[in-house]
T-cell receptor, first 114, second 113 residues
């Protein structure tokens, strides 16, 4: 099973709302990632978790709050977002964070902030 | 700083044609290079992974090559089909600590029947 699942598929939220994105993998991978992708642009790394600990935060605003409750699950908590945060949010996982491990991506959550 | 460039940005071909997508990168200190396919509004599907010690990888009608010393990779698609229409992204994993995948901007392929 080489599948990364993400829920919800679509999310529309107001600037005062609090919502969460969820990502799950059952491949035994110990590294998980959040990427943000704007239209017609390549994905940009937001966060990396390795063995459930935050390894990289690419200077992401605090209105995005990641959480890794266990090795299979990765959440992204959203609060007080701006319209410019509207994008496709992609989750990925790999066997490990260091070295040449293949990354597997989920289908993404399409987020619209009104 | 590692930069990844993909040429061309867009490509239209008739069905059945063989085609080559190009990817170049500025720093040869990489662990690997990965080719992805992305359909509109969807996630990324990993097509091929080439480790830095490898020269090429094949999967079905796809063949990817890597020339690390010159900073180039090509994705060859044989006998293209309309179902191959998508955006193809290449990404390198630098050896520099604290970095993740660096993506090119992609090549959008359209195969007409």
């Amino acid at each position: 099973d080489t599948e990364v699942t993400q829920t919800p598929k679509h999310l529309v939220m107001g600037m005062t709302n609090k919502k969460s994105l969820k990502c799950e993998q059952h491949m035994g991978h110990r590294a998980m990632y959040w990427y943000k992708q704007k239209a017609k642009k390549p994905p940009e790394l937001m966060f990396v978790y390795s063995y459930e600990k935050l390894s990289i935060n690419e200077s992401v605003p605090s209105r995005f709050s990641p959480e890794c409750p266990n090795s299979s699950l990765l959440n992204l908590h959203l609060h007080a977002l701006q319209p410019e945060d509207s994008a496709l949010y992609l989750c990925a996982s790999s066997q490990g964070w260091t070295g040449g491990n293949e990354q597997f991506f989920g289908p993404g959550t399409r987020l619209t902030v009104l | 700083k590692q930069e990844v460039t993909q040429i061309p940005a867009a490509l239209s071909v008739p069905e059945g044609e063989n085609l080559v997508l190009n990817c170049s990168f500025t720093d040869s200190a990489i662990y690997n290079l990965q080719w992805f396919r992305q359909d509109p509004g969807k996630g990324l599907t990993s097509l091929l992974l080439i480790q830095s010690s490898q020269r090429e990888q094949t999967s079905g009608r796809l063949n990817a090559s890597l020339d690390k010393s010159s900073g180039r990779s090509t994705l060859y698609i044989a006998a293209s089909q309309p179902g191959d229409s998508a955006t193809y992204l290449c990404a390198v994993r630098p050896r520099q600590a604290g970095t993740a995948l660096i993506f090119g901007k992609g090549t959008t392929l359209s195969v007409s029947s």
